[in-house]
């Protein structure tokens, strides 16, 4: 088997306070980050018996990740094993970076977002060319509010050209043609962002060759379809993967519709649709977009 599975564990704390996100500054208890590093060592040791099928890992948790040791560990021990294609995670880039030295280059990659305000911008530049020194796979972006316009530009002029720089649309906001073609002129995949898209009924490749995995081991075809389709540790959800049409209105958040059928993703992200680097380093968008004019309300954080 060839699955794409995203891990999001019960880790809720991050150290960043941004308005646009609703965990910024949630702390967990002790007996919460005992929890999440229990069930992310269950997971990883699920994946790593997993030697008769090729895995490609995305953690996507509520919090921030890479501040807690267990996940930097985590990372580096799967990013060695043969049937792991790709082990990524997003973050806001915060931790420290030394621990890389222990992962394989090859196989680990990072979804890094910047947030202006929450982090000195020469000191996040500083990280992400550390990351590039290291010939870490990473990509990098902005949520696009007026405010961060700026601060998107000066990143994309900064950056190495090789290294992909995305512009997520904020969460309820609209964009004018004019403000839509400022931010595309910074990441020209922005229009696949700034409206969501219309799913339903349509292909998806979740719950097929795609999954999501809570703390608890159950799988769901996607972060957002709350039907189970059975569990990671006894094997029932094996039974249960098939094509399947989308059963939402809309698609609105990047780790979801990447998975649409009907979207030219697969093609555009070719080689990296878990860590968001596309394939062609001056990506464009592509014809077939099902777009719904709408303020989107993404249930996931970027």
Same mark, same amino acid.
């Given at each position: 088997?060839?699955?794409?599975?995203?891990?999001?564990?019960?880790?809720?704390?991050?150290?960043?306070?941004?308005?646009?996100?609703?965990?910024?500054?949630?702390?967990?208890?002790?007996?919460?980050?005992?929890?999440?590093?229990?069930?992310?060592?269950?997971?990883?040791?699920?994946?790593?018996?997993?030697?008769?099928?090729?895995?490609?890992?995305?953690?996507?948790?509520?919090?921030?990740?890479?501040?807690?040791?267990?996940?930097?560990?985590?990372? @580096?021990?799967?990013?060695?094993? $043969?049937?792991? /294609?790709?082990?990524?995670?997003?973050?806001? *880039?915060? !931790? +420290? #970076?030394?621990?890389?030295?222990?992962?394989?280059?090859?196989?680990?990659?990072?979804?890094?977002?910047?947030?202006?305000?929450?982090?000195?911008?020469?000191?996040?530049?500083?990280?992400?060319?550390?990351?590039?020194?290291?010939?870490?796979?990473?990509?990098?972006?902005?949520?696009?509010?007026?405010?961060?316009?700026?601060?998107?530009?000066?990143?994309?002029?900064?950056?190495?050209?090789?290294?992909?720089?995305?512009?997520?649309?904020?969460?309820?906001?609209?964009?004018?043609?004019?403000?839509?073609?400022?931010?595309? @002129?910074?990441?020209?995949?922005? $229009?696949?962002? /700034?409206?969501?898209?219309?799913?339903?009924? *349509?292909? !998806? +490749? #979740?719950?097929?060759?795609?999954?999501?995995?809570?703390?608890?081991?159950?799988?769901?075809?996607?972060?957002?379809?709350?039907?189970?389709?059975?569990?990671?540790?006894?094997?029932?959800?094996?039974?249960?993967?098939?094509?399947?049409?989308?059963?939402?209105?809309?698609?609105?958040?990047?780790?979801?519709?990447?998975?649409?059928?009907?979207?030219?993703?697969?093609?555009?992200?070719?080689?990296?649709?878990?860590?968001?680097?596309?394939?062609?380093?001056?990506?464009?968008?592509?014809?077939?977009?099902?777009?719904?004019? @709408?303020?989107?309300?993404?249930?996931?954080?970027?």
């Amino acid at each position: 088997m060839d699955l794409s599975i995203l891990y999001r564990g019960p880790l809720a704390s991050c150290d960043y306070d941004c308005p646009y996100c609703p965990f910024a500054k949630r702390r967990d208890s002790r007996e919460q980050l005992r929890a999440d590093r229990a069930a992310l060592e269950r997971f990883a040791g699920w994946a790593t018996a997993q030697t008769g099928d090729r895995l490609s890992l995305l953690f996507t948790p509520w919090g921030e990740g890479l501040v807690r040791s267990w996940y930097r560990r985590t990372l @580096a021990e799967l990013s060695h094993l $043969p049937h792991i /294609r790709r082990v990524a995670i997003q973050t806001n *880039l915060s !931790c +420290r #970076t030394d621990w890389l030295e222990d992962a394989d280059p090859g196989t680990l990659a990072l979804w890094c977002t910047y947030h202006p305000g929450q982090t000195p911008y020469d000191r996040f530049l500083a990280k992400c060319r550390d990351l590039a020194d290291r010939s870490v796979r990473h990509s990098v972006g902005v949520v696009g509010l007026p405010e961060h316009l700026v601060e998107a530009r000066r990143l994309r002029a900064d950056l190495p050209a090789h290294v992909y720089l995305w512009i997520n649309a904020a969460e309820g906001h609209t964009y004018t043609d004019a403000e839509a073609d400022e931010w595309t @002129a910074i990441d020209p995949l922005f $229009p696949y962002s /700034r409206h969501p898209h219309r799913s339903a009924g *349509l292909p !998806c +490749r #979740t719950g097929e060759s795609v999954i999501s995995v809570d703390g608890e081991g159950t799988v769901r075809r996607c972060h957002f379809v709350p039907a189970e389709l059975g569990s990671l540790y006894d094997g029932s959800y094996r039974r249960a993967l098939r094509p399947r049409a989308c059963p939402l209105a809309v698609c609105e958040c990047h780790i979801g519709y990447v998975h649409l059928e009907s979207l030219p993703l697969y093609d555009t992200f070719a080689g990296g649709v878990l860590e968001r680097i596309p394939a062609d380093p001056a990506p464009r968008v592509r014809p077939a977009l099902t777009l719904v004019p @709408a303020q989107p309300l993404r249930p996931t954080p970027p």
